[in-house]
C-alpha cells in the first residue's frame, strides 16, 4: 500500500443544488432510507423464513406438514425426533459424524500447524517448493480427484496389517482425505500466522535452552492460539458438512455420515411420506453447527471469509 | 540447537505431506492417466486409448445440457450474488446518515450480518432438502405454492421441480441464496476499512447515494470483488450436492437438471466407466481454470489503494 491517490472525482453539482440539499436530512432522504430497510429487511426474511419454517415442520404432525405447512404445528411432537433418531438411523449417522469429525478436526489442525510452523519459520532446501505443493491445492476441483481417491482408498484397504483400518467405509480413511483436503488451506493461513510471531520469544527460548521441539510446543502454539482456534472452527464447519467425499468413501449404510444419511434419507422419504422425521433429522443435523456458530459468530465470519481475502 | 535441525523438519513435514500427498496429490495425478483409458474399475487391465473419452464427451447430448447448465451457474451465480452482496453490504455499512452529514451503518447491521451470514455455515445437503420442499407441489408441503396461494398470485403456482425448463434456475436461486452473506460479511470488511471522511466530502459535494455507490465504495473495494468472484465462479462450478440433493442425481425431468458433477458421478459410479468419468473431471479442472483466467484478467481495472 505505497501508491496513494485522492479520491474518485465526483462530477461538481450547480451551487443552487447544493445549497437546497442539506445531507442526509431531507424528506427524500427520510424515504430511501426506509426503502433501504426494506430491502435489508426483505432479504433477512428471505434467508430465515425457509430455515424457520424447515425447523417448525420438525415438530408437526405429517398431517400438519401436508396441510397447514404455513402454520405453527399443534403441539410438540417429540416422537418425531425418536423416529428420525432410531427409526430413520440419525442417530448411527450423528455418531459417525463425531467420530469422524473428531479425529479429522484434531489431526488437520495438528499436522497443519507442525508443517505451517516448519515451513513458516526454518530455512531449509525445498521449503518454498514444498510450499506452493500445498498452495497448489487450492485451485484444483474435488471432482477430479473423486474416481481415483476411491481407487486410492480402496487399495490401501489391501495393505497387510494397517490395511483394515484404511479401507473403504473406515473412519479413518475419511478422516485422513479429510485432512489432506484441509490442508492447503490450514498451511497456508496458518503460515502466514506463524511469521507474524515475534522472534525475540522465540529467540529467548532458545537462550533457555528449549529444543526445537519443546520450542513448538510450549512457546509457539500457545502464541498461535487465537489463529488455531478460528482455522479449527473453519475446519469443523467444512468437515461436518461435507457431502461428497464421505459419498464417495463411506458406502456402507452403518457408516454414512449425517449429511450424506440426511440426503438418503430425503430420497426415500418421498415414498414413506414421514416428513416430519425427515425435518427432525434435518433439525438434529443443524444444531451442533448452529450452536457453534452462534458461540463463536465473530470468529466464524472471520475465519470464513478470511480465506478469499489473504 | 543448531544439532538436529534436519531431523526435526523432517518429522515435522512427513505426516502433512505424506497424508497430502497420498489422498490429495496423487488421486490428481493419476486422474489425468485414467482418462485416457477404458478402465470399468473391476478389472486391472486398462487399455490405453488416448483422447477417445474426449472425442466421447464431444458427442454426448446428455453431457452438453450438464456442460450448458455450469457455464449458466458460473456466469449467473456470480453476477446474481455480488450485486446484491454489494447493495446489501453498501446499505449495512454506509447506508444511514446521521444529521449533520455523517455516513454511518445502518441500526441493526450486526443482527443483519448474523442472519444473513447463516446459510453459509449449513450443509449443502440441509439447504438441499429445505429447497427441495419449498419448491415441492402443495400437496407435498411445498411452501412456494402455498405462500403464492395466500397472497392472490395462485395463478403463479407450478409444479417448479416438474418443469425442465426450471430446473437449473432453480439451482441458480438455491446457490445464489446460499451464497449472498458470505459475501455480505466479505465486502462489509472491505468497506468498513474506507474511511468515513471521503464518503463526508461526497456527502458534502452533494453526491446521490447511487453516485456515492458507484464511484466510490465499489472503486474501493474492487480488489475484494475480483477475488470473490473467482472463488465465488469456482464455488458454482460445483452444484453437485444441490442438484444431487434437490433434484436427483439423473438430473431431474429429462435430465434437464443435470451438471457435469453429477453426470460424472454416474459415469463412475453408476456405469463404472472410470475412464469417462476421470475425462469430465479434467473438463472440470479446464473449465475452472479458463474461468479464474478470464475473471481475472477481465475484472482488472485501475486499482485505488487507500494510504
Not at chain 1, 57 to 86: C, H, Y
Not at chain 2, 32 to 61: A, C, K, L, P, R
Amino acid at each position: 500500500m505505497t501508491t496513494t491517490q485522492s479520491p474518485p472525482r465526483l462530477e461538481p453539482r450547480s451551487p443552487r443544488g447544493r445549497r437546497d440539499r442539506l445531507p442526509g436530512v431531507g424528506a427524500g432522504e427520510k424515504a430511501i432510507g426506509l426503502l433501504n430497510g426494506g430491502f435489508l429487511l426483505l432479504w433477512g426474511l428471505i434467508t430465515a423464513l425457509p430455515l424457520l419454517w424447515a425447523i417448525l415442520s420438525a415438530f408437526k404432525t405429517n398431517g400438519e406438514f401436508r396441510v397447514d405447512p404455513l402454520g405453527l404445528p399443534s403441539g410438540v411432537q417429540w416422537d418425531n425426533f425418536s423416529r428420525a433418531w432410531s427409526a430413520a438411523n440419525i442417530g448411527q449417522y450423528f455418531l459417525n459424524s463425531v467420530i469422524v469429525v473428531s479425529i479429522s478436526v484434531t489431526l488437520t489442525m495438528l499436522f497443519g500447524a507442525m508443517g505451517a510452523y516448519v515451513l513458516a519459520r526454518y530455512d531449509f532446501p525445498g521449503n518454498r517448493f514444498i510450499y506452493y505443493l500445498f498452495l497448489g491445492g487450492l485451485i484444483l476441483p474435488v471432482f477430479l480427484a473423486l474416481v481415483p481417491m476411491f481407487f486410492v482408498v480402496r487399495n490401501l484397504g489391501s495393505l497387510p496389517v494397517i490395511g483394515q483400518f484404511l479401507g473403504l467405509n473406515s473412519y479413518l480413511s475419511l478422516a485422513l482425505v479429510y485432512v489432506a483436503f484441509s490442508m492447503p488451506f490450514t498451511v497456508f493461513f496458518l503460515t502466514a500466522f506463524f511469521r507474524t510471531l515475534p522472534n525475540s520469544i522465540a529467540e529467548a527460548g532458545i537462550v533457555d535452552g528449549c529444543s526445537h521441539f519443546s520450542l513448538f510446543w510450549k512457546v509457539m502454539l500457545p502464541m498461535a492460539r487465537p489463529g488455531l482456534i478460528s482455522l479449527a472452527l473453519f475446519n469443523f464447519l467444512g468437515h461436518w458438512n461435507q457431502y461428497v467425499l464421505p459419498l464417495v468413501i463411506m458406502q456402507d449404510s452403518d457408516k454414512k455420515v449425517l449429511a450424506q444419511g440426511l440426503g438418503t434419507l430425503a430420497a426415500s422419504t418421498g415414498f414413506r411420506a414421514d416428513w416430519s422425521a425427515l425435518f427432525a433429522g434435518l433439525v438434529i443435523a443443524l444444531l451442533p453447527v448452529l450452536i457453534v456458530y452462534i458461540i463463536f459468530q465473530k470468529q466464524v465470519q472471520a475465519g470464513l471469509t478470511a480465506g478469499v481475502l489473504k | 540447537m543448531r544439532h538436529g535441525k534436519y531431523p526435526f523438519i523432517l518429522a515435522f513435514l512427513l505426516p502433512p505431506v505424506g497424508i497430502y500427498a497420498i489422498y490429495m496429490l496423487s488421486p490428481y495425478v493419476q486422474a489425468i492417466y485414467i482418462s485416457m483409458t477404458d478402465w470399468s474399475g473391476f478389472t486391472s487391465s486398462q487399455t490405453f486409448i488416448g483422447f477417445d473419452n474426449y472425442v466421447e464427451m464431444w458427442h454426448d447430448d446428455q453431457l452438453r445440457t450438464a456442460l450448458r447448465n455450469n457455464v449458466i451457474l458460473v456466469l449467473v451465480v456470480p453476477v446474481l450474488t455480488l450485486l446484491l452482496g454489494l447493495f446489501f453490504a453498501s446499505m449495512l455499512n454506509v447506508g444511514g446518515r446521521k444529521r449533520g452529514g455523517a455516513v454511518t451503518g445502518v441500526r441493526g447491521a450486526p443482527v443483519y450480518k448474523i442472519v444473513y451470514f447463516f446459510p453459509q455455515v449449513l450443509s449443502v445437503a440441509i439447504i438441499g432438502i429445505v429447497f427441495k420442499y419449498v419448491f415441492a407441489p402443495e400437496n407435498a408441503g411445498g411452501i412456494l405454492n402455498r405462500v403464492l396461494g395466500a397472497v392472490g398470485l395462485g395463478g403463479l403456482q407450478q409444479l417448479w421441480l416438474a418443469e425442465p425448463n426450471y430446473l437449473i434456475w432453480i439451482v441458480v436461486l438455491v446457490m445464489t441464496w446460499s451464497f449472498v452473506g458470505f459475501y455480505v460479511v466479505l465486502f462489509s470488511a472491505a468497506m468498513q476499512s474506507i474511511p468515513r471522511d471521503i464518503y463526508e466530502a461526497a456527502l458534502l459535494d452533494g453526491s446521490s447515494r447511487l453516485t456515492t455507490f458507484r464511484k466510490i465504495t465499489v472503486p474501493l473495494v474492487w480488489d475484494t470483488v475480483q477475488v470473490g468472484w473467482v472463488y465465488m465462479a469456482i464455488q458454482a462450478m460445483d452444484a453437485f450436492a444441490t442438484v444431487h440433493i434437490m433434484i436427483g442425481i439423473n438430473g431431474g425431468v429429462q435430465g434437464a437438471g443435470d451438471v457435469l458433477g453429477t453426470a460424472m458421478y454416474r459415469e463412475a459410479f453408476a456405469e463404472a466407466d472410470f475412464g469417462y468419468a476421470a475425462a469430465i473431471g479434467v473438463l472440470m479442472l479446464v473449465l475452472t481454470m479458463l474461468v479464474a483466467i478470464v475473471f481475472m484478467r477481465g475484472l482488472r481495472r485501475e486499482r485505488v489503494e487507500l494510504a
